[in-house]
């Protein structure tokens, strides 16, 4: 008679690996039993559940009771231990830019600071994680440093809240500084920014040309109210025995003499506003005011079409060496 034998063996859990451990809580916090295990990839974050409830509802829904709510990118081992997926990308790592979320939210015993190199991944986990407090800190920091940085950063930090689906305030913050960039570097970067956004760029731009060119206009104005002495007063003759003739040059009244020829000597566009002036330039057919509402001569055409050939030239050169 043959016997068989079954031998069972008992589940084991996994063991995970852990390489390195992060610790969020306060010693109340182990004494009221609140604390969570989250895992990001090889990493162990111990966190409070009550704070990090308080200030991500993404991490409020995850900690619910209801198991039935799927929350995207994180699944439950256990009692009160979690794996999530931060972010797809790899660099940083994963583990790193969840530490830095934790501690932009959490004060362990402070709340980190927001930096340069930490922006962009705090914006795209605030908007991950649910956490409005972060969110209105990035677009803080935002609005209160852009102006301080180059055109390039700005235009990143712009991207950035485009895509990150930032408030529309925090757009208009970035833009003044986005439009120092040259025309070149806008049109090279132009894929960075909406169409709108980059018409509404070239639009200030052209109109800050309009206000320089007026500016110049008026210096140069200023410029040409001079006075000189000399022998004799070419308006009038007049002439002192011992001393010389002042005369005076006014370009607003086109004349030029001494006290005697004429008494108002005042500029004209001082006493005015500066915006009732304007800049011309002068083609055959004659002054052409240069600001936003006059459209150009139609003897401008050959050059704007020059203008625009060469711009399709480029953006042709640019399509071939992406193909290439």
């Known amino acids: 008679m043959i016997k068989f034998l079954f031998c069972f063996r008992s589940p084991t859990k996994k063991i995970r690996q852990v390489s390195k451990v992060y610790s969020y809580l306060s010693p109340q916090c182990q004494h009221e039993g609140c604390s969570a295990t989250i895992f990001v990839e090889d990493t162990k974050f111990l966190v409070c559940k009550q704070q990090l409830s308080h200030v991500s509802d993404y991490f409020r829904s995850l900690f619910m009771a209801n198991r039935s709510i799927p929350i995207s990118g994180a699944s439950q081992n256990s009692l009160n231990e979690y ?41 795209r986990l605030s908007k991950r994680f649910r956490a ?26 712009l991207n950035w809240a485009l895509k990150h689906k930032f408030d529309k305030a925090t757009h208009d913050a970035c833009l003044p500084r986005v439009a ?27 109109r800050a040309v309009y206000a320089q060119a007026v500016n110049v206009f008026q210096t140069i104005h200023t410029m040409d109210h001079f006075y000189m002495d000399v022998d004799r007063c070419p308006r009038c003759g007049r002439q002192r025995e011992q001393n010389r003739v002042r005369i005076y040059v006014s370009p607003c009244k086109r004349t030029i003499g001494c006290e005697r020829c004429f008494r108002d000597r005042d500029c004209d566009i001082i006493s005015r506003d500066p915006g009732s002036y304007q800049a011309f330039y ?22 704007l079409a020059t203008q625009l050939s060469d711009l ?9 060496r992406e193909n290439n």
Request: glycine share 2%; net charge negative; proline share 6%.
């Open 83 to 123: 794996s999530i997926v931060v972010s797809s990308f790899t660099h940083p790592p994963p583990a790193l830019q969840f530490k830095w979320f934790l501690e932009s939210i959490i004060q362990a015993p402070i709340l980190r600071d927001i930096t340069d190199d930490t922006l962009e991944a705090l914006m």
């Open 132 to 157: 409005q407090g972060l969110e209105m800190r990035c677009a803080r920091y935002i609005k209160e440093n852009v102006n301080k940085k180059s055109p390039m950063v700005a235009l990143c930090w």
């Open 180 to 206: 120092t960039s040259s025309l070149n570097c806008l049109e090279e970067h132009r894929t960075m920014i909406t169409e709108k956004l980059l018409a509404d760029l070239f639009a200030a731009k052209l």
């Open 282 to 303: 002068r083609c055959s057919h004659g002054l052409i005011p240069l600001n936003d509402h006059t459209p150009d001569c139609q003897c401008q055409v050959s050059l």
């Open 312 to 320: 399709c030239l480029e953006q042709n050169d640019t399509n071939d």
